[in-house]
């Protein structure tokens, strides 16, 4: 059985640019990271960005998890250039 594990963006910062002994303490961490949803919709397309209406959603792949799919979910992530993603 096939897992994916949708793609991650570097952006979770650990200090406040408010707080300078945040920003001290903290100044050397590099961004953290934080997963992208991925939505296919019921047209079949495949996308990270957020739909307006949640109704056109057929299946949502929660970012920061690794989930088990079907091996025709794979497949369809794969065309769609998920592939990578997949083990």
Do not use: C, W
Not at 25 to 39: C, D, E, M, T
Not at 61 to 83: K, S
Request: charged content about 20%.
């Amino acid at each position: 059985m096939p897992f994916f594990e949708p793609p991650t963006d570097d952006f979770v910062v650990y200090g406040s640019t408010q707080d300078e002994v945040a920003e001290v303490l903290f100044s050397k961490i590099p961004a953290g990271p934080r997963g992208r949803n991925i939505y296919k919709l019921k047209t079949g397309v495949y996308t990270d960005n957020q739909p307006p209406s949640l109704s056109d959603v057929e299946i949502t792949y929660y970012g920061g998890h690794i989930i088990p799919i079907t091996d025709a979910e794979a497949a369809d992530l794969t065309e769609a250039g998920y592939g990578d993603y997949i083990s």
